[in-house]
């Protein structure tokens, strides 16, 4: 099948040109996209690490952004997933769903098998993709949350060590003291 004459996900999630074969392509062509995005998710949050422990701004922005953008492609193909799956349902009778929910792995396991066995498999390296991606995102949260606590702690000695006329207190912001009255007397 060509490019060309290729089903979109699009037609199949509409229920257009509803058949095994045309699931089966949309299905997979969202899986590898699902797959790429996830991978894609895995090296951004390592760069962002990287840049995280090295404390260069500039790449922590870059890489926040990209992060950003990941996500957004991410929910993007998850609202097609909802789309195809209910799609991929609607022509399964009742009594081959799961009693749970619908998984991407268990509608590739229904597909034909021209297209069962490499669509498990994708789906498998999808899930180990989304999984990485967690582990990831989790030990990025812990830099970051250990990097802003050090830089806290540092930006307190500074101020402590720069107050010598006690404006800011242990905490690093200005604390209200109270007034120090005084007079002068400026007659001769």
Same mark, same amino acid.
């Given at each position: 099948? #060509? ?6 996900? @699009? ?21 590898? @996209? ?109 830099? #970051? ?39 002068? @007397?400026?007659?001769?």
């Amino acid at each position: 099948m #060509t490019a060309a004459n290729k089903p979109s996900r @699009d037609a199949v999630a509409e229920g257009h040109a509803s058949t095994p074969l045309t699931h089966a392509s949309a299905l997979e062509s969202l899986l590898n @996209d699902l797959l790429v995005a996830h991978e894609s998710l895995v090296q951004v949050c390592a760069d962002q690490r990287e840049a995280v422990r090295t404390a260069d701004p500039a790449s922590v922005r870059l890489c926040s952004d990209r992060h950003a953008e990941l996500l957004d492609r991410i929910a993007a193909l998850d609202s097609t997933r909802c789309e195809l799956v209910n799609a991929m349902t609607r022509s399964l009778p009742r009594s081959a769903l799961p009693a749970g929910p619908v998984t991407l792995t268990h509608l590739a396991g229904m597909t034909p098998e021209p297209h069962r066995t490499r669509l498990v498999e994708l789906a498998g390296r999808v899930r180990s993709a989304i999984e990485r991606a967690a582990d990831q995102q989790r030990t990025l949260k812990s830099a #970051t949350a250990s990097l802003v606590a050090h830089m806290g702690g540092l930006v307190r000695q500074v101020a402590q060590r720069l107050s010598h006329a006690g404006t800011y207190g242990r905490r690093g912001v200005i604390e209200s003291a109270p007034v120090v009255v005084s007079g002068l @007397d400026l007659v001769p």
